[in-house]
Every structure is written in C-alpha cells, then in structure tokens.
C-alpha cells in the first residue's frame, strides 16, 4: 500500500531579521512555538532568502528559481494595474494543484495586483490576503505611493486591499495577523473534508512596517524600548498564530504527515518610516545578530535568515544544521516529498530532504545573489560582495569585499587584497552569473520593467 502523500506549511515572515526568534538568540522576547518547530525539527544556521526585498525573495520562495528566472527582481508596485509573477512561470501551488493537491494562501501577496497575477492565477484554489507590500494592520489600506507613477512624487492615494478569492472584503478593525490564524484554520478544515493532501502557503505580514501590534502585546513588553517592544509584540502575535495554526493541523489528525517550513524574506529593515513619530533616523527594532546589513543589502544581515524544517518521524528532530541553504530550496524539497519528477520542472534550488535524513554528500554549495547593483556569491566559507549597499552607519563600502565567514562571520574584514586568487575566482563566478540573468531577462521578460523599480529605485531611508 503506498503511503499517504504528505502536507505541506509554509511559513513566512516580513522583513524579520536573523535574530529575532528566542531560538536564534533574542533574549528580550520569546517565540515559544517557533522555538518548538525548531527543537522537534531542523533549525539551520546558515539559510538564506535569494533576495533582499519582498516581492524576488517571495518569487524564488514559491519557484524554486533565482528571481531573475522568475521574472520578478525587483519590489512591485502597489496600484491595482501592477504586472507580476508572469503566467509562464510556474508556481509550487501550480505544479502541487496539477498533482491533485489542494492549495491555500492566506496573507500577504505581493507578487502583482492585475487580474493575471494574483494568487488564483498561480494555482491557489482558495486565498484571502492583500496583494500589495504592506497594509495598516487594522483598516487593511496600503498607504505607501499607491497610484504613485515611476518618478513622479504627485499621486500618493490610499488603496484598500483585502481580498478572498478575488473578491475585496472589508474587515476594519480587525488585526491582521489574527485574521491569518483564523484564516488559516477556515482553510485547513475546508481542505481536510476533501480526501487531497493539502499545501498552505502562509505568509505573514510582521514585522515589517507600518509597526502594529494590539494592546495585549505592547503591554508584555512595555520595559522595552518602543522601537524593540512594537517587534517584539509584532513577533509574539506571530508566535501565537503558527501555534493555533500547528495546533489546528494536530487536531485534524495531520501532525505526523506534514511537512513544514518557516523563515523570513529579508533581513530587518533600517527604514526611517518604522518610526511613528516623526523621527528620520534608522530603525533599529530589528536585529540581525552578529551580521553586517539589512533589508536591501547583500551582506549577510540583508539575506541570512532563520529558517527551520519540521516533520515529526520523517527528518532528524533535534538537529542544528549549518549547511549553507536557501528559500529556492522549498520548492524542490515539497515537490520531491510530493514524489514529483524534479527533473521535468526547471529549478535552480535543491531537495534538502536527503540533507534533512542526515545524508550528506560533503560537496562544497555555491549561491549567488542579485539586488540592483549588487552581486554576490558565498562559495563554502568564502563571501564576496560586489557593490554592496548599507546605510551610512557602516561607513563607506569598498566595490569588491570578500570575507571568510568562518573566521569573520560579521564581515568587518575585507580580504580582497590579501587573497587576490579566491577574489579572481569568485569576482568570476559571480559575474559570469550575473551575465546569464541578464541575458536570460532580456530574453524573456523584457527589461526594464517599470513596476518592479528596477531603475530609480535608491537604498532611501528616509
Ligand atoms: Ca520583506
């Protein structure tokens, strides 16, 4: 008899940063069910996001693909005529919904707002959410440059977008990462009367801004610092709901055979429109850790991430991995637990499910990025980061920096000029990848593309 196929969760949080989860260090909050999913599970030390903004990491995530070969590199505009994820590329919920998967979304979209974009065109049967880069948490309003047209300042409107199954519903007053939970259930019940395995993709909108959080949880950690004590709260409400959510998929008899995933889509944002007073300084609330950079920047503050693997009794349980993996891995790793053919489906991510029985091969991964003019790559302990981009804080930032992350996980040493082999060796590498998204999306896509700003759009925190 074969064995019933397995379920897949998809957790994902919004400009969360590398340290703020109580299991990967935070000590000022804690994320007991998070910090569950990881002890029974994997937690990995080295997992990134294939980009260091919204809508290409969240593309890579849902593809399995560097964003370049997706057709989205760059942060989507918000008016409701916004180009997406084309049709052509084909989506996890797509490929799982042609092998007879039942498929939800709830929460954030943002990866295109015209008809041919949103979620149902990407395989997903029910989803409720906004399709946008963020939303006031309570009236569910995008306020940031809706309407705005590219380089110009004028038209700055606000637009509702809260939508199930593409339909716009209105439901003021209400938290949204409360409505997620409750979503999420609705959806998990409604699947489980059908006899299909099921995938939830549940990308969550905190922490990133605008910086909400009920009264119940700013009053946990009122000792804080506002800017730390709104993450905090943002994180513990986020907490809360994968625990109604996990508890939900334990109650429907489902805990042993599904598998589940969580990380964030870039690292914390230093962008001064966090603060709701006025003030024009970095925001600090988010806190990468031990790590240079942030959200938009290719040092590993903008692209390391948490990232955790859970299903009880099939993967270690337990384990602390530090093989460098990224969110392009989900993909292939839910379509391979899914016994799905990878080999008919054009991936650049890996199966970590060997990885994740304990079985190692021992070969040394190389992972590249882009991001405007940045590029990198990390080839086993080796980082090089080509134009790289931080705020003024960091001082000025040399055009070629390489680190060996084994000995400088922060990395405050530029060794360029002292290893000038591995320097030529990776400038190549990177470049010579490079050269192939470009090739490929101006083959393909079009560029430039005035939606995804990939033109004028400036590291501005301001
Ligand atoms: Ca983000």
């Known amino acids: 008899m074969s064995e019933k196929r397995p379920n897949f969760i998809v957790f994902l949080t919004d400009d969360q940063g590398y340290g703020d989860l109580s299991c990967m260090g935070a000590t000022d909050f804690k994320t007991p069910s998070l910090d569950k999913l990881a002890s029974e599970g994997i937690r990995f030390t080295d997992w990134y996001t ?30 409701r005529k916004t180009k997406g994820l084309p049709e052509s590329t084909p989506t996890l919920a797509t490929i799982l919904k042609s092998e007879g998967y039942s498929t939800s979304m709830v929460g954030k979209w943002h990866l295109g707002l015209e008809e041919n974009s949103r979620p149902h065109s990407h395989g997903f049967e029910n989803w409720f959410g906004f399709l946008a880069g963020n939303v006031d948490y309570y009236s569910h309003i995008y306020y940031y440059g809706a309407n705005m047209q590219d380089k110009t300042v004028g038209l700055v409107n606000p637009t509702h977008d809260l939508w199930e199954n593409n339909k716009e519903v209105w439901m003021d007053g209400e938290y949204f990462t409360e409505i997620i939970a409750d979503k999420c259930i609705e959806y998990l019940r409604k699947m489980n009367k059908n006899d299909k395995p099921f995938f939830l993709y549940v990308p969550f909108n905190a922490p990133h801004y ?22 905090a709260a943002m994180i513990s409400a986020v907490d809360d709901a994968v625990k109604d959510i996990m508890d939900e998929v334990d109650r429907l008899g489902h805990s042993e055979n599904t598998l589940t995933f969580f990380t964030s889509d870039n690292g914390p944002s230093r962008e001064s429109r966090n603060w709701l007073d006025n003030n024009l300084d970095p925001y600090y609330g988010g806190t990468a850790g031990k790590f240079k950079g942030h959200k938009v920047s290719l040092f590993e503050g903008g692209i390391r991430e948490p990232g955790i693997m859970h299903w009880p009794g099939k993967i270690q349980s337990g384990v602390i991995s530090s093989e460098p993996c990224a969110s392009m891995d989900i993909a292939p790793t839910v379509l391979d637990a899914a016994g799905v053919d990878l080999s008919n489906h054009y991936l650049d991510g890996e199966s970590l499910l060997e990885l994740a029985k304990g ?81 490929k999306w101006k083959k393909d896509y079009g560029a430039p593309n005035e939606e995804q700003r990939l033109n004028n759009f400036q590291l501005k925190f301001r």
């Open 50 to 79: 294939n980009c260091p903004v919204c809508s290409p990491a969240r593309a890579a995530l849902l593809t399995g693909r560097y964003p370049g070969n997706t057709g989205i590199r760059g942060i989507l505009t918000g008016h």
């Open 210 to 231: 605008p910086m909400h959080a009920p009264k119940k949880y700013m009053d946990k950690f009122a000792h804080l610092p506002w800017d730390r004590q709104v993450m």
């Open 359 to 439: 079985k190692s091969d021992n070969k040394e991964r190389t992972i590249f990025w882009e991001y405007l003019e940045q590029t990198a790559v990390r080839k086993g302990k080796w980082k090089l980061v080509l134009k790289g981009k931080l705020i003024d804080a960091y001082g000025p930032v040399p055009d070629v920096h390489l680190s060996n992350l084994e000995e400088d996980i922060s990395e405050s040493n530029n060794l360029a000029d002292k290893e000038p082999e591995i320097t030529e060796e990776l400038k190549n590498l990177a470049e010579n990848w490079r050269d192939k998204i470009e090739e």
